[in-house]
């Protein structure tokens, strides 16, 4: 009786530390994008020598870089808590589209300052984007990690 609580416990315990390294590889991965992109926007601000960083019209270049950031974990909380769906092809591309949705949003917050409506065009454009780019890249990286 005893020893079949701590196999119980074993297997939880199991499951959870494999969910915490899932979600901490999608959360590096996430901060890794976010200080590409903010290499990035630092050396075209310094470069240009701007207040602004280029297609950043509304905001100032720590609003962009703190952007990338709350982006850039958000999305890779999001592909750590889904990363065993992308055991299949059609899960990799669900995953895909769910991380898209956030960079899309994020992405036209970054260029035009707005932040969309549920009741807009501008709304359907992103989703719409989100969904195909997003699914087409979980598919394209399926691909690439599931070589035989």
């Not at 549920?118 to 997003?134: E, N, P």
Request: glycine share 14%.
């Amino acid at each position: 009786m005893c020893l079949q609580r701590i196999n119980e416990a074993d297997k939880t315990s199991g499951v959870l530390s494999k969910f915490a390294r899932n979600v901490g590889l999608g959360v590096a991965g996430g901060t890794f994008f976010a200080c590409c992109f903010s290499a990035y926007v630092l050396v075209l601000y310094f470069a240009a020598g701007s207040p602004a960083p280029q297609g950043a019209q509304q905001g100032s270049l720590g609003s962009v870089v703190a952007g990338y950031f709350a982006s850039g974990i958000s999305i890779g909380l999001l592909v750590g808590i889904l990363l065993p769906l992308t055991k299949w092809w059609w899960g990799a591309m669900i995953v895909g589209a769910v991380a898209g949705i956030p960079l899309y949003v994020a992405m036209e917050f970054a260029d035009s300052g707005q932040v969309i409506g549920l009741d807009s065009i501008l709304t359907a454009q992103v989703l719409g984007f989100a969904v195909t780019f997003g699914s087409l890249a979980g598919l394209v990286l399926w691909h690439v990690f599931h070589k035989s």
